[in-house]
């Protein structure tokens, strides 16, 4: 009997042996995940300036800027005037002047997809000027969709993920 006993024992070390370092090596991969988007968002602020202008360029307004901070942080830009047709040369020419950060290449992207949208979804009675891009994991644009002519403080989202 003594004998199963110690077996038990043993097993048992080994196994909270094991399940210390599966802990320990999920916490280390925690905090290396945590620590990479710390960074990235650093990064993005870094280059809010040059977004922000660029965006202005295209001929949109910048509403708002949020920043999230998290195991996975993001960035949330509040555009306006997408009723307006982006200029493509323009928006050629910034890409081409911004092509080392990936950050304001993606924004542009994003504002450019998000301009697409708006011009492609017709909810009956109802319009978007006004776009939320989500610079993140995963990267989503929102449109927010309100009744023509309607307070803006009634507005509905309409989610569209990128």
Do not use: W
Not at 72 to 98: A, N, V
Not at 130 to 138: D, E
Request: hydrophobic share 35%; with cysteine.
């Amino acid at each position: 009997m003594e004998n199963n006993d110690e077996k038990a024992g043993v097993l048992l070390k080994k196994f909270k042996d094991k399940t210390k370092e599966i802990s320990s090596c999920v916490t280390e991969k925690i905090s290396d995940a945590t620590q990479a988007g710390q960074d990235k968002l650093e990064e993005s602020i870094g280059n809010i300036n040059g977004i922000t202008s660029a965006i202005r360029e295209l001929g949109y307004s910048l509403n708002g800027i949020s920043i999230g901070v998290g195991l996975i942080p993001d960035i949330q830009f509040e555009l306006s005037g997408l009723t307006k047709t982006m200029d493509e040369s323009t928006f050629e020419r910034i890409m081409e002047e911004q092509k080392e950060s990936k950050i304001i290449c993606a924004t542009l992207k994003a504002l450019q997809t998000a301009s697409i949208l708006q011009n492609k979804i017709h909810i009956m009675g109802m319009c978007s000027d006004v776009a939320v891009i989500t610079l993140g994991f995963p990267p989503k644009i929102s449109l927010k969709f309100k009744k023509n002519g309607d307070n803006p403080d009634k507005t509905k989202d309409k989610l569209i993920q990128n």
